[in-house]
C-alpha cells in the first residue's frame, strides 16, 4: 500500500519521467528505422556488403551499454547534450535487429514470387516497394518489436548520463537504498515495454501473409 | 524491319549456348525457331536444359553464345521490362503473390502498364471466366485460399492480362494431382485454339506434349535432339527420343 501511496504522491514526477523516456525511446527508434531499413535492403540486396554492416551492427551491440555512453561522451557534437547522446546510443542498439530482420524477411521470399515477378516485367524497384516489402513486411515489424523493447529497457541506463527518463528513478533508487523509488522507475519501464511489446505484436501478425 | 523475312519468326534462337559461371554447359548450340501462332512444346528429362531455353526468351537469363531474336531483335537489346510485359509467364504452383487478391494477381501487368480501372476490371472479369473461375467467387480471395488447380488457373489468367502475343508456360501443371492436370490441360488446350498465341511450353510429361504441341523439340543434356510434330514424335527413332517414348508407353501398357 505505501508503495501506492508513494505512486499516487509522485505521479506528476513519474509521469515527466516516462515521457522523458518514450522521447528517447521514440527518437531512437526513428533513427534506427530510418538507417536501419534501408541497410536492411543493402544487405539483402548485395551480400557482399551485407557481411560487413550486419558485423559492425553486431558490435555495436556487444558494447555494454554504460560503457557506450562514455564512449560517446567525447565525441563533439553528441556529447553537448545528455539526451543527443544517449538517443544516439540507444539507435545504436536498436540498428541491429532491424537490419537482421529487413534482411532476412526480403531474402526469404519464395524465389518462385520474385521469379514470377520479374518475369512479368516489374522492374527491380516494383519488386521491391510492391512485394518484397510487404512481403517482409512482418519480420520487420518484429525486428522493430524486438529493438523497441530492447531500447526502453537500456534507456533506463541513459539517466547515469544525466539524459532523464525513468533511469532517473533507479539510480536515485539505488543511491539512497530505496525500493519503492527503484520501482517507481522500473514499474513503468516494464509496462511500457509490454505495452510496446503487445501493440507491434499484434500489427505483425496481421501482417503476416501465408507464403 | 526492312532487313527481316516475311515470314519472320515470333522466336528465333540462333546457336545459342548459355554456361553457368563457371558452371557446365546447360544449352549447347541450340538453333529453333518459333513461328507466330504456334505452340512449341519443350520435351526433355530434369536438366536438358529446357526451361533454361525458356527462361532466354524473356531475358531472366542471357545467353553465353549466339542470340536469341524475338520479333527481329536480339534479346539484349530489348529493355527487359518492355520485352517481359510483351511476354506471358506461366511458372509451377503459379507463383502468385500471396498478399494481392486474386483480382489484383491478374491484374498485375494492367496495372504495370497503367490500364484505367476500369478497363483492367473488365479485363480481370474476362480472363477469370476464360479460365473457368466465376469472378464474384474468386476475385476477391487470396492465393492460400484457392485449391493448387484454381491458382494455376489464376497464374494462367495472369499471364494472359496484358494480350502478350507470347506465353511461356514452365511445367505450369506439373505439380496438380492427374485429374486436375488432366481438366486443366483440356481447357488449356480449348483456350489455345481460341486465342492463337505463340506459346512455348516446358514439360518433361509425354502426354502433355503429345496433346499441348503442335510441335515438340525434344532436348537431352543441353542439345536439340529433333523436332517433331506429336505423330512423328511417336515414331521418332533417336535413340534418347525413342527411350522417353519407351518409358512413356511402358506407363501405358500396365493400364492394358
Same mark, same amino acid.
Given at each position: 500500500?505505501?508503495?501506492?501511496?508513494?505512486? %499516487?504522491?509522485?505521479?506528476?514526477?513519474?509521469?515527466?519521467? &516516462?515521457?522523458?523516456?518514450?522521447?528517447?525511446? /521514440?527518437?531512437a527508434?526513428?533513427?534506427?528505422?530510418?538507417?536501419?531499413?534501408?541497410?536492411?535492403?543493402?544487405? *539483402?540486396?548485395?551480400?557482399?556488403?551485407?557481411?560487413?554492416?550486419?558485423?559492425? *551492427?553486431?558490435v555495436a551491440e556487444t558494447i555494454p551499454s554504460l560503457a557506450l555512453f562514455g564512449f560517446l561522451l567525447?565525441v563533439?557534437?553528441l556529447?553537448?547534450?545528455?539526451?543527443?547522446l544517449a538517443i544516439t546510443a540507444l539507435a545504436l542498439y536498436a540498428l541491429?535487429?532491424?537490419?537482421?530482420?529487413?534482411?532476412?524477411?526480403? &531474402?526469404?521470399?519464395?524465389?518462385?514470387?520474385?521469379?514470377?515477378?520479374?518475369?512479368? /516485367?516489374?522492374?527491380?524497384?516494383?519488386?521491391? %516497394?510492391?512485394?518484397?516489402?510487404?512481403?517482409?513486411?512482418?519480420?520487420?515489424? *518484429?525486428?522493430?518489436?524486438?529493438?523497441?523493447?530492447?531500447?526502453?529497457?537500456i534507456a533506463?541506463i541513459a539517466?547515469a548520463v544525466?539524459?532523464?527518463?525513468?533511469?532517473?528513478?533507479?539510480?536515485? /533508487?539505488?543511491?539512497?537504498?530505496?525500493?519503492?523509488?527503484?520501482?517507481?522507475? *522500473?514499474?513503468?519501464?516494464?509496462?511500457?515495454?509490454?505495452? &510496446?511489446?503487445?501493440?507491434?505484436?499484434?500489427?505483425?501478425?496481421?501482417?503476416?501473409?501465408?507464403? | !524491319?526492312?532487313?527481316?523475312?516475311?515470314?519472320?519468326?515470333?522466336?528465333?534462337?540462333?546457336?545459342?549456348?548459355?554456361?553457368?559461371?563457371?558452371?557446365?554447359?546447360?544449352?549447347?548450340?541450340?538453333?529453333?525457331?518459333?513461328?507466330? #501462332?504456334?505452340?512449341?512444346?519443350?520435351?526433355?528429362?530434369?536438366?536438358?536444359?529446357?526451361?533454361?531455353?525458356? =527462361?532466354?526468351?524473356? =531475358?531472366?537469363?542471357?545467353?553465353?553464345?549466339?542470340?536469341?531474336?524475338?520479333?527481329?531483335?536480339?534479346?539484349?537489346?530489348?529493355?527487359?521490362?518492355?520485352?517481359?510485359?510483351?511476354?506471358?509467364?506461366?511458372?509451377?504452383?503459379?507463383? $502468385?503473390?500471396?498478399?494481392?487478391?486474386?483480382?489484383?494477381?491478374?491484374?498485375?501487368?494492367?496495372? $504495370?502498364?497503367?490500364?484505367?480501372?476500369?478497363?483492367?476490371?473488365?479485363?480481370?472479369?474476362?480472363?477469370?471466366?476464360?479460365?473457368?473461375?466465376?469472378?464474384?467467387?474468386?476475385?476477391? =480471395?487470396?492465393?492460400?485460399?484457392?485449391?493448387?488447380?484454381?491458382?494455376?488457373?489464376?497464374?494462367?489468367?495472369?499471364?494472359?492480362?496484358?494480350?502478350?502475343?507470347?506465353?511461356?508456360?514452365?511445367?505450369?501443371? #506439373?505439380?496438380?494431382?492427374?485429374?486436375?492436370?488432366?481438366?486443366? @490441360?483440356?481447357?488449356?488446350?480449348?483456350? @489455345?485454339?481460341?486465342?492463337?498465341?505463340?506459346?512455348?511450353?516446358?514439360?518433361?510429361?509425354?502426354?502433355?506434349?503429345?496433346?499441348? #504441341?503442335?510441335?515438340?523439340?525434344?532436348?537431352?543434356?543441353?542439345?536439340?535432339?529433333?523436332?517433331?510434330?506429336?505423330?512423328?514424335?511417336?515414331?521418332?527413332?533417336?535413340?534418347?527420343?525413342?527411350?522417353?517414348?519407351?518409358?512413356?508407353? !511402358?506407363?501405358?501398357?500396365?493400364?492394358?
Amino acid at each position: 500500500m505505501d508503495f501506492i501511496h508513494f505512486m %499516487i504522491r509522485n505521479r506528476d514526477q513519474i509521469f515527466t519521467a &516516462t515521457l522523458e523516456h518514450l522521447w528517447l525511446v /521514440g527518437a531512437a527508434m526513428f533513427l534506427a528505422v530510418v538507417i536501419g531499413i534501408p541497410l536492411g535492403i543493402v544487405a *539483402a540486396r548485395r551480400p557482399w556488403l551485407g557481411k560487413p554492416i550486419i558485423g559492425v *551492427a553486431n558490435v555495436a551491440e556487444t558494447i555494454p551499454s554504460l560503457a557506450l555512453f562514455g564512449f560517446l561522451l567525447p565525441v563533439p557534437w553528441l556529447g553537448d547534450r545528455a539526451d543527443r547522446l544517449a538517443i544516439t546510443a540507444l539507435a545504436l542498439y536498436a540498428l541491429l535487429p532491424i537490419i537482421r530482420n529487413t534482411a532476412t524477411g526480403i &531474402t526469404g521470399v519464395d524465389p518462385k514470387i520474385r521469379d514470377a515477378a520479374r518475369g512479368m /516485367g516489374m522492374t527491380e524497384n516494383q519488386i521491391l %516497394i510492391h512485394v518484397e516489402l510487404p512481403l517482409a513486411f512482418s519480420y520487420l515489424l *518484429a525486428g522493430v518489436r524486438v529493438a523497441a523493447v530492447l531500447t526502453i529497457a537500456i534507456a533506463t541506463i541513459a539517466a547515469a548520463v544525466g539524459a532523464g527518463g525513468l533511469g532517473e528513478f533507479i539510480f536515485r /533508487g539505488l543511491a539512497m537504498v530505496n525500493d519503492q523509488l527503484i520501482l517507481a522507475g *522500473a514499474i513503468p519501464a516494464a509496462a511500457l515495454a509490454l505495452a &510496446t511489446d503487445f501493440i507491434l505484436g499484434t500489427l505483425e501478425k496481421r501482417y503476416r501473409f501465408a507464403q | !524491319m526492312n532487313d527481316a523475312p516475311s515470314t519472320q519468326s515470333a522466336i528465333e534462337f540462333r546457336d545459342v549456348s548459355f554456361r553457368a559461371i563457371d558452371g557446365p554447359v546447360i544449352l549447347d548450340h541450340l538453333e529453333l525457331a518459333i513461328s507466330p #501462332g504456334e505452340s512449341l512444346v519443350l520435351l526433355g528429362r530434369s536438366g536438358s536444359g529446357k526451361t533454361t531455353a525458356l =527462361r532466354l526468351i524473356n =531475358r531472366l537469363l542471357e545467353p553465353t553464345g549466339g542470340a536469341v531474336i524475338i520479333a527481329g531483335r536480339s534479346t539484349l537489346d530489348w529493355d527487359p521490362v518492355v520485352l517481359r510485359r510483351g511476354i506471358g509467364y506461366v511458372i509451377q504452383d503459379a507463383g $502468385l503473390f500471396p498478399h494481392y487478391t486474386v483480382e489484383r494477381n491478374v491484374g498485375l501487368v494492367p496495372w $504495370l502498364e497503367k490500364w484505367p480501372e476500369e478497363r483492367r476490371r473488365a479485363r480481370v472479369t474476362e480472363l477469370l471466366q476464360l479460365t473457368g473461375l466465376d469472378p464474384a467467387r474468386f476475385a476477391h =480471395r487470396y492465393p492460400h485460399e484457392l485449391s493448387g488447380g484454381q491458382r494455376q488457373r489464376v497464374g494462367v489468367a495472369r499471364a494472359l492480362a496484358a494480350d502478350p502475343p507470347i506465353l511461356l508456360m514452365d511445367e505450369p501443371f #506439373g505439380a496438380l494431382d492427374p485429374l486436375t492436370r488432366g481438366e486443366l @490441360q483440356k481447357e488449356f488446350a480449348d483456350v @489455345q485454339t481460341r486465342l492463337r498465341k505463340t506459346i512455348v511450353f516446358v514439360t518433361h510429361d509425354t502426354r502433355e506434349a503429345l496433346l499441348l #504441341g503442335s510441335r515438340i523439340a525434344f532436348l537431352d543434356a543441353g542439345r536439340l535432339v529433333g523436332i517433331y510434330t506429336p505423330e512423328e514424335f511417336l515414331h521418332a527413332t533417336e535413340p534418347v527420343a525413342a527411350a522417353y517414348l519407351a518409358a512413356f508407353r !511402358m506407363g501405358d501398357s500396365l493400364l492394358k
